[in-house]
């Protein structure tokens, strides 16, 4: 048990829905990430958000829409996505303060399968 | 960040000690070395990080070359639970900020019986 939890674990979706994914951090932190694993492909950073305010877009295409209501939720709003977007999607937190930055606390991620 | 090599992958036997090599020959002064690990369809698992010293916790030890140009993590008595792939990360900690760490391609350790 890391203290972030995704839901769900998996998801299944047709090129035509919409649907979103759930992060929750109960560790106090200030800092939210979304990250793309692709088979056998390294970890992509997809948005950072620093207390609240989203700092990183990496060039990801708008049909992910990432929210960020508070900073123990983070959500992204996935719509008309393609076959390749299927993925590991991870989020991730950290306390924004000294060398804790880097220390990333992740979930267990969102298999998403788009047929 | 400081671009790091890592061998694709190692063997180790269960119960003897895992070592782990990482380059960064062009690290900066005020660039930290930090090792994270994958276990199979999980989210990374942050493990340690140092600056020059070596550094070690309940997980595992870090030993920094004293020019500090490569690093070995050491999982002294490894498991099969630490089958992963491990990640060596080289980058300056950002300070008040979000992260923007990177991952490569690491090494995928496999503990065997």
């Known amino acids: 048990e890391t203290g972030v939890t995704q839901t769900p674990r998996h998801l299944v979706m047709g090129m035509t829905n919409k649907k979103s994914l759930k992060c929750e951090q109960h560790?106090?932190?200030?800092?939210m990430y979304w990250y793309k694993q692709s088979a056998k492909k390294p970890l992509e950073l997809m948005f950072v958000?620093?207390?609240?305010?989203?700092?990183e877009n990496n060039s990801v295409p708008s049909r992910f829409s990432p929210e960020c209501p508070n900073s123990s939720h983070l959500f992204l709003h996935l719509h008309t996505l393609q076959p390749e977007d299927s993925a590991l999607y991870l989020c991730?937190?950290?306390?924004?303060?000294?060398?804790?930055?880097?220390?990333?606390?992740f979930g267990s991620g969102t298999q998403l399968s788009v047929l | 960040d400081a671009k790091t090599t890592q061998p694709p992958s190692m063997d180790c036997a269960e119960g003897r000690a895992a070592n782990l090599p990482c380059n960064h020959s062009?690290?900066?002064?005020?660039?930290?070395v930090y090792w994270y690990r994958q276990i199979h369809s999980q989210g990374p698992q942050y493990i340690i990080h140092?600056?020059?010293n070596n550094e070690t916790n309940e997980m595992a030890s870090l030993i920094i070359t004293e020019d500090r140009k490569s690093s070995t993590l050491i999982l002294p008595h490894a498991t099969l639970r630490d089958t992963a792939v491990y990640y060596c990360?080289?980058?300056?900690?950002?300070?008040?900020?979000?992260?923007?760490?990177?991952f490569g391609t690491g090494t995928r350790l496999q503990v065997t019986l």
């Open positions: 991730a937190s950290s306390q924004a303060k000294g060398q804790g930055s880097e220390k990333l606390f």
């Open positions: 560790l106090g932190h200030n800092a």
């Open positions: 958000y620093n207390f609240k305010e989203q700092t």
């Open positions: 062009t690290i900066s002064g005020n660039e930290y």
């Open positions: 140092g600056l020059k």
């Open positions: 990360i080289v980058r300056v900690p950002a300070r008040g900020t979000a992260s923007k760490l990177t």
